[in-house]
């Protein structure tokens, strides 16, 4: 009997920071930072707004991702906004998460 291990080079990246809460007077700018070791290959961030993909078209969003520093900036906070923000990076090897709430006042 033959016995095949099936092996990922790589690391998976690592939460480091995590988001944190953040508290606005409308239209305040938000911006949500969470630092994150890549892994190897560098893994992918997505952003998401209460549970959807967050569509980045750097008007009202702006996302980052440098170093080890992913954000997400929201600009012209309305009451509207106020819920979770989170972010996933994910590679071949593996997948971190983290959130935090919006709260928005106006």
Known sequence: MEI???????DGPVLVE?????TV???DT?????????????ADVQWFRAGKAVSVDGVKYTAVY?????????TNCELTDATEYSLT??????SVSTKALLTVHG
Do not use: C, M, W
């Open 66 to 74: 440098e170093g080890d520093e992913a954000s997400l900036t929201v």
């Open 30 to 42: 938000a911006k949500f930072t969470a630092f994150i070791k890549g892994g190897e290959p560098r």
């Open 89 to 94: 990076a994910t590679n071949k090897v593996g």
């Open 18 to 22: 995590p988001l944190k809460d953040q």
């Open 4 to 10: 095949r291990y099936l092996y990922t080079a790589g």
């Open 25 to 27: 007077i409308s239209p």
